[in-house]
């Protein structure tokens, strides 16, 4: 997936996660201070393995090391697959076959529907696990590692929230507000709104700005606003007939059709180098994303970049902790997985990797409260993304969700965007995309 400084969320834009990675091989290593790597670790120790897909960010936030620290009989060792679509589909064969499987496996949000339908009976109740409190994580993230009959099978790791990331000095260009309130104002409660100011902007914007990057990624946020998206509650593909999906395909198009777009794919060199290049003015940004635009748009974006709330709370990307039956260590890996997953731990990877609270015991944490973004203008973006988070849908998802998504912005939003295809015509060939892709 990308890079969302962890690289997770869509591979579809994809880092999904996270975003391009160059690499798609395994690497190992010993998270134990002082490893030589390889083997299981001391004498008489055990040994916990876990799986995982990108920059995670569990090991790099030090939090493998911090547990280990506290409990001097536990090795932890991860293995990390660089990308989702690579690490997926070989989770689910070792699932199958009951072998292969690492204590503890990551599984991203687009496969969770699929894992639980599916493979719950091969999973741990981690909503039994000790320490684990049901109280303690936004009820959305929870439901969507829960089965239907009440077993929780993943823990969320993180959410996605979303914002609107904005360029200040565009704006003022355009003669547009530039205080992320008044910003925020401007689109409350409708992403119609959204377009509406992009019309305003395109009248008074700077010669080659756009106000947004694609049309693509304005698919995609105005989705993540809504409970049923591609999939109803009896588990039905609808995303033909759902009115939401039209609404949102239709916002979209008007995007690309006005002139408001820049005309970008999402993770591709050119979206990086217009960010440095400060072509566009707004873009649609969880709260992973933001280590990512200041990576690219570098030392002269800083303190052009701020955040306003987005029209509707939406939600992009995330992940969960899954411990297979299976595993070598079931009741160590169970402990350890609670451990990962509790607020505390979620707070700390928030501050050291970006990736925001799944648990929202942890939103009135102080790392998280009064944490601040100096390169966004020190946006208060804990209090900016938890209200998000808190107010996103509990969003319906499917096993498919992923390949529907990623049909629909790749296939057809992007042919209306850049190759000037009508609405009408890229909705045809998404369609038939996706039919092909479900053998329907």
Known sequence: MRTRTRTRALTLVA??????SLLAGCAEDSAEPGSTGGGGGGKGKTTLTVGVFGVFGLKEAGLYDEYMKKNPDVVIKQTSIERNENYYPQLLTHLGSGSGLADIQAVE???????????SDKLVDLGKAPGVSKDAYLDWKWQQGTSEGGTTVGLGTDVGPQGICYRKDLFKKAGLPTDREAVGKLWAGDWDKYLDVGKQFKAKAPK???FVDSASGVLN???GSNEERFYDKSGEVIYKTNPKVKDAWTLAGKFATEGLTAKLQQFQPTWDQAYANGTFATVSCPAWMLGYIKGKAGEKGADQWDIAQAPKPSNWGGSFLVVPKAGKQVEEATKLAAWLTAPEQQAKLFTKQGSFPSASAAYDL???ADSKNDYFGDAPIGKIFAKAAEGAPVQILGPKDLIIAQNLADVGMLQVDQKGKSPEAGWKAAVKAIDNALDQ
């Open 366 to 368: 102080p790392t998280v």
């Open 208 to 210: 080659g700005k756009a």
């Open 109 to 119: 949000v687009n496969n969770i529907a699929e894992i639980v339908a599916t493979q």
């Open 221 to 223: 946020a105005a989705l």
């Open 15 to 20: 880092v999904t996660a996270l975003g391009g």
